[in-house]
């Protein structure tokens, strides 16, 4: 049996459910492209930087913070001059990047699909959707 059959608190349906929050973090593309870029590896916060095209500094701050405090990115901060700090992922993280992994191949396989379907959908007259 699973959480939502036994535990009246688990039922994402409603407003109350805690797993909306998490639904929130998880569903954003920053944290979804920040999970990718630290599957495989450890980065400093630059390096992440450079990786995710788009993403502006205060963004992927908020980001990180909030991945952390979800406990999905370890923070380690190294004692130098000046101060080095890393990203990697907690195993928590690591168990959600399998999930993030299959998103992306699933989006890679059915682009083409999507697309069509976007423009069929303004060919039939409907305005474009961002």
Known sequence: MDRM?????????????PTRQVLDRLANKWTMLVI????????????????????????????????????????????????SVEYSLTPLGHSLSETVNLLREWAYQHM???????????????PEVP
């Open 36 to 83: 990718s870029a630290l599957s495989l590896e450890t980065h400093r916060f630059s390096e992440l930087r450079g990786r995710i095209e788009g993403v502006s500094q205060k963004m992927l701050t908020q980001t990180l913070r909030g991945m952390e405090s979800d406990g999905l990115v370890r923070r380690t901060v190294y004692p130098t001059v000046p101060v």
């Open 112 to 126: 083409d699909d999507i697309e069509a379907a976007r423009r069929a959908y303004r060919q039939e007259g409907h």
């Open 5 to 17: 059959t036994t535990d009246a608190r688990w039922n994402m349906m409603k407003s109350a459910c």
